[in-house]
């Protein structure tokens, strides 16, 4: 299912509730504003001006308000950029916001300094209303001084479990054959498996699982696979690119992956002593140089990502 979320202001969120009018739901889902449908979409509207277009007709749907919103609205997933991951059956319902959901996300995949963090979160109909309030969303929107702010508060309100791949580990894997995609998999089902494991015990439901999707769900399986790992669980599922901006409990994964990572990264320059810039890009070459003069490629290798190429240019 092709879906498109913008962000808009308050009278644009009224103009395009009246547009709507003759096909408005009577029970809009939970957190909802309003809800909408027509014979190609479904259209969710949120107090904080987050629309959420669903359907074969999204893209033409969410198209029509991108001018009219004005500097204030940010389309968040262009249908110019839609990529074949996002064709497969895996896809999240229409009734995707009105459901209480597991939601795994990552984050230091793409730094060559620091771990790979995983969370996996759950947040009752309660704590959804919660979470929204403080305007939860994709850490890769909100700065660093705000997650400090919010994931500790996050993590006393929501059922999560956190994994960190250390650098050390996370070479060792990749020397054995082991690629960033398979060890995403692998830390995603296992986060997943710990919060079903506590909700379980605490008595927690949820209709089903969201993955912030970075591979097709069949190799995501044959990853797990490759590990003796199979989903096993009768509850659904799902996976979806930008997942964090299609529902909260993903978001607050992304958040709490984000705020794991400053927290290690902190903890690896005071350890090595010298500034670890995040990313991948000509500042971190220039750190990489310095670290392996100053400290030597034992220490290098403790803090990196080693097989990127960050690695072979610190050594010219």
């Known amino acids: 299912m092709s879906y498109e979320v913008i962000q808009v202001n308050k009278g644009t969120l009224e103009k395009i509730k009246y547009h709507y009018i003759s096909s408005l739901k009577e029970n809009p889902p939970q957190g909802a504003v309003f809800s909408a449908k027509t014979s190609g979409c479904t259209?969710?509207?949120?107090?904080?001006?987050?629309?959420?277009?669903?359907?074969?007709?999204?893209a033409a749907e969410a198209g029509k308000w991108q001018k009219d919103a004005g500097?204030?609205?940010?389309?968040?997933?262009?249908?110019?950029?839609?990529?074949?991951?996002?064709?497969?059956?895996?896809?999240?319902?229409?009734?995707?916001?009105?459901?209480?959901?597991?939601?795994?996300?990552?984050?230091?995949?793409?730094?060559?300094?620091?771990?790979?963090?995983?969370?996996?979160?759950?947040?009752?109909?309660?704590?959804?209303?919660?979470?929204?309030?403080?305007?939860?969303r994709d850490s890769k929107m909100i700065n660093d001084t705000t997650i400090r702010e919010i994931a500790p508060k996050l993590s006393k309100e929501c059922t999560y479990?956190?994994?960190v791949l250390h650098?050390?580990?996370?070479?060792d894997l990749q020397k054995k054959g082991m690629n960033q995609g398979q060890m995403k998999?692998?830390?995603?089902?296992?986060?997943?498996?710990?919060?079903?494991?506590k909700c379980a015990a605490e008595g927690l439901d949820y209709d089903g699982v969201l993955i912030d999707q970075f591979v097709q769900?069949?190799?995501?399986?044959d990853y797990l696979k490759s590990r003796n790992q199979t989903w096993s669980s009768e509850k659904p599922l799902y996976f979806a690119t930008k997942a964090e901006n299609l529902h909260p409990a993903v978001a607050a994964a992304s958040v709490l992956a984000r705020y794991s990572f400053l927290k290690q990264m902190a903890e690896l320059e005071k350890k090595i002593g010298l500034p670890l810039p995040k990313g991948a890009g000509?500042?971190?070459d220039a750190a990489a140089r310095r670290?392996?003069?100053?400290?030597?490629?034992?220490?290098l290798y403790s803090c990196t990502k080693w097989h990127f190429a960050n690695t072979g240019k610190a050594f010219r």
């Open 167 to 171: 650098n050390e580990k996370y070479n």
């Open 43 to 58: 259209i969710t509207a949120y107090k904080s001006g987050k629309i959420l277009f669903q359907g074969k007709d999204a």
């Open 291 to 299: 670290i392996l003069k100053e400290k030597g490629k034992d220490t």
């Open 161 to 163: 479990s956190l994994l």
């Open 71 to 136: 500097p204030s609205a940010k389309k968040t997933a262009k249908p110019s950029s839609r990529k074949p991951v996002d064709n497969h059956s895996y896809q999240p319902p229409a009734n995707l916001p009105s459901l209480v959901l597991l939601g795994s996300d990552e984050t230091g995949t793409g730094d060559y300094f620091g771990p790979m963090t995983v969370v996996c979160t759950h947040l009752s109909k309660e704590q959804l209303k919660t979470v929204e309030s403080w305007g939860i």
């Open 217 to 221: 769900p069949a190799r995501y399986f």
């Open 282 to 284: 000509p500042a971190v």
């Open 185 to 197: 998999a692998l830390l995603h089902h296992q986060a997943i498996t710990n919060v079903m494991k």
